[in-house]
């Protein structure tokens, strides 16, 4: 069984930036893909950001437009969002995921391990 916890959001103003992290216990970290989704009130969830286990590929949602970088420590089994240039409607709770698939999920399914999700606020 894997743990996944959140921790980095808070309330930063448009333009500024969040480092989200993901420490993850419990489990095989580096056979894992880790990923960011998102959901922000009255929406669905949606696919932020992915990184492969050992391989290292990346893949972004679109919106992101070069903007957030996922990148992973598995030394520390800690994955990470870095997120520049925040505008108001990157404000949303951010939950972390695994799973044993690549390329993982879009739609989140087939997801093994979610965390609890950290609440990111941008304000503008």
């Known amino acids: 069984q894997v743990q996944l916890v959140e921790s980095g959001g808070g309330l930063v ?5 969040l480092r989200l992290s993901c420490a993850a216990s419990g489990g095989a970290f580096g056979g894992y893909a880790m990923g960011w989704f998102r959901q922000a009130p009255g929406k669905e969830r949606e696919f932020v950001a992915a990184i492969r286990g050992f391989y290292g590929s990346k893949e ?3 919106f992101v437009g070069g903007r957030f970088t996922i990148s992973r420590d598995n ?3 800690t994955v990470f969002l870095q997120m520049n240039s925040l505008r108001p409607e990157d404000t949303a709770l951010y939950y972390c995921a695994a799973t044993g698939a690549w ?3 879009r739609r989140g399914v087939s997801i093994n391990y979610w965390g609890q999700g ?3 606020t941008v304000s503008s």
């Open 13 to 17: 103003q448009a333009g500024g930036s």
């Open 60 to 62: 972004y949602a679109d």
């Open 118 to 120: 950290t609440q990111v």
């Open 75 to 77: 030394s520390k089994t």
């Open 103 to 105: 390329p993982m999920s």
